[in-house]
């Protein structure tokens, strides 16, 4: 999607902030003892509120109005009755229909307490998402993104996982343009038109490059377990830089 008008701009910061407040209220929820349908339901809860609908829910009949995934899992977990414990590393992505417009946010959670390479990950699971959002210009190339992603990740010693990408989002999901590589790829010649609606997503691991579903259909998790983060915000791309949507 590309912004065409100051109303759409307005719904999609509706949308994007609500998703923002949900995934900031489930992180500040998450303790020991409580369950994943439990945090589920504080979301489901907080989007009918405001009259959203969940939209992993809308476009694909997921199990749940989030994606809630215990580590080793990192994508697409199904909310269920498995119990949190101290110690695990936990993503939640929120995603949520408002108005005809969609928002995408995701972050990962280290349960305490936690251990000093995890706390690492997870602060450069967000470093590594900032690089690639510094990247935004209309005008420039969309692997440009992913270069200064796999800059950082060379830099400090991780992997990025590379079947699972950042993606258009708006006036659906998953919107033109599909699959937005978070690591470089030099033959992607896309440009990046101003006010484009897209997310940037990098998964950042301790060693996997790839992940594997589970037997549910959805799960997915990197086959030798290395703890891996994902960091998410929906955007658009302007000439006075990149404005971000899901801010809570």
């Known amino acids: 999607m590309t912004i065409e008008s100051e109303d759409q701009l307005e719904k999609l910061r509706a949308v994007g902030g609500l998703v923002a407040r949900t995934l900031a209220a489930m992180g500040k929820a998450l303790e020991p003892g409580m369950t994943t349908r439990e ?8 989007l009918e509120t405001e009259g959203a609908r969940s939209a992993p829910e809308l476009t694909y009949g997921f199990p749940g109005a989030t994606c809630i995934s215990v580590g080793p899992d990192c994508a697409h977990g199904i909310p269920d009755d498995t119990r ?3 110690g695990d590393l936990i993503n939640i992505d929120v995603s949520a229909e408002l108005d005809g417009y969609f928002g995408d946010t995701g972050a990962s959670f280290a349960v305490p ?3 000093p390479r995890v706390e690492r990950l997870c602060r450069d699971g967000r470093r590594a998402m900032w ?12 692997n440009a993104i992913g270069r200064a992603i796999e800059t950082f990740a060379d830099q400090n010693g991780y992997s990025l996982v590379r079947n ?8 659906s999901l998953h919107d033109d343009p599909a699959e937005i590589a978070t690591w470089y790829e030099p033959e992607d010649r896309r440009v990046i038109p101003e006010g484009l609606v897209f997310t940037i997503e990098p998964f950042l691991s301790l060693g996997a490059d790839w992940v594997d579903e589970r037997d549910d259909g959805w ?3 990197p086959p030798l377990e290395e703890p891996t983060v994902q960091y998410e915000h929906t955007l658009v791309a302007t000439r006075r830089g990149p404005v971000i949507l899901t801010l809570a």
């Open 39 to 46: 945090l589920d339901a504080l979301a489901r809860a907080m």
């Open 219 to 221: 799960t997915l998790y």
């Open 84 to 86: 949190v414990k101290a």
């Open 164 to 171: 699972l990408s950042s993606h258009g989002v708006g006036r």
């Open 131 to 142: 690089a690639g959002i510094r990247a935004v210009k209309p005008g420039g190339r969309l």
């Open 113 to 115: 307490p936690t251990r």
